[in-house]
């Protein structure tokens, strides 16, 4: 499976937790699909370290897009990474307001990076 396939599998999956209850693993599961678009839009990335993949998707950005839009792409690349951390390790419980929120920021990000990251931002699906 591909990690754009992976990706789309995911976000759905965290439409679908939203929906029964599963906060956390929606959140969880809307980060992970925004990371596998990233480390498949990134040609050569070498690292799977979060802030690392950050700083890439950094560089990237800013070489096609402008340093403005790429410093609020990481931010909110790193704020969505440390809400995964808390709904995977932290004692933090999500409401689905929040994890509606995160979704919807998620898929946001997601579609913003492609349309910068591609020629014609029409990688996506969904």
């Given at each position: ?27 969880s599961a809307s980060y ?35 340093e403005e839009r790429a ?31 995160i979704l919807e920021i ?21």
């Open positions: 499976m591909s990690k754009l396939l992976k990706a789309e599998v995911l976000l759905e999956e965290a439409r679908m937790d939203v929906e029964h209850g599963s906060y956390n693993k929606a959140v992970f699909s925004l990371r596998l678009t990233v480390e498949h839009l990134i040609r050569g990335l070498m690292t799977t370290k979060d802030d690392k993949i950050a700083n890439a998707l950094y560089r990237e950005m800013k070489r096609k897009c402008g410093k609020r792409v990481k931010e909110t690349y790193l704020f969505l990474y440390n809400e995964r951390k808390k709904a995977d390790h932290r004692p933090h419980l999500f409401t689905k307001e929040e994890a509606r929120r998620s898929e946001s990000l997601r579609r913003e990076i492609v349309e910068c990251l591609t020629e014609k931002g029409d990688l996506l699906t969904g």
